[in-house]
């Protein structure tokens, strides 16, 4: 259980255009998803965390226009990098939280991630 | 804040080797506690996780105690493998709020050789 998908898992576009990345909780409902962005050989950094049917709220630093997240449903919730640069070219990882409230330990469950790469 | 503090690495081991990576906290309450690993190129798993004092979580191999009185949840294997190359990451998470995110350690890199 506690499966997290992610789509497309490797996107190549040319400069300018827009990426959209889905994020699915598979098999219980997400409330609460996180969006990360990995470089190499560095830690997650936090995007921003996004609730189901409000506003996602932006880490310091994240422009909120250039990385649109929507969650719509309480398994999806899709990232849209708009207008890409190529030091937009990363590694984007989602996480999920398990809204039953079930889990005692209030893990994380992550997908495995869309790697980006802007031309 | 809760912070987490974990050797950087890299750490490069030997086959069978015993693999210590240290990771210690700082909360106001009483997290719950986790470690993740990443192969390269993926996601990250859950390896294992603690919720209390003395907790023990395992798998794998892997083993951690949950420590309060040192503030210590160190990952611990016996006899590690090529196949546990890998970067592994302490975090904990406040458990009476879903919207926090978790609290991540940089990661430290594992390199195994045969």
């Known amino acids: 259980g506690a499966v997290v998908s992610q789509h497309p898992s490797w996107v190549i576009c040319k400069s300018g255009t827009s990426v959209k990345i889905e994020c699915r909780s598979l098999?219980?409902?997400?409330?609460?998803m996180f969006w990360y962005r990995q470089f190499p050989k560095q830690s997650l950094m936090l995007m921003a965390t996004?609730?189901?049917?409000?506003?996602?709220?932006?880490e310091q630093g994240v422009e909120k226009d250039k990385f649109l997240i929507n969650h719509a449903s309480l398994t999806l919730s899709t990232l849209t990098v708009t207008s890409a640069h190529p030091e937009d070219s990363s590694f984007y990882i989602c996480?999920?939280?398990?809204?039953?409230?079930?889990?005692?330990?209030?893990?994380?469950?992550f997908g495995p991630g869309t790697r980006l790469t802007v031309l | 804040g809760d912070s987490v503090t974990q050797m950087e690495g890299p750490v490069t081991l030997s086959e069978e080797a015993f693999l210590t990576i240290n990771c210690t906290y700082t909360?106001?309450?009483?997290?719950?506690l986790f470690w993740y690993v990443q192969y390269p190129g993926e996601g990250l798993q859950l390896l294992l996780k603690?919720?209390?004092?003395?907790d023990k979580g395992s798998n794998k191999g892997f083993e951690a105690t949950y420590r309060k009185e040192t503030t210590s949840f160190h990952l611990e294997k016996g006899s590690v493998q090529v196949s546990d190359s890998a970067v592994y990451f302490c975090a904990l998470s406040d458990p009476t709020s879903g919207n926090t995110p978790l609290v991540f350690g940089k990661g430290t890199r594992l390199s195994v050789i045969a």
């Open positions: 909360a106001t309450g009483y997290p719950s």
């Open positions: 098999d219980f409902q997400a409330t609460t």
């Open positions: 996480s999920a939280r398990d809204g039953a409230g079930t889990s005692r330990y209030n893990e994380q469950f």
């Open positions: 996004s609730n189901e049917g409000s506003k996602a709220t932006y």
């Open positions: 603690a919720t209390k004092a003395d």
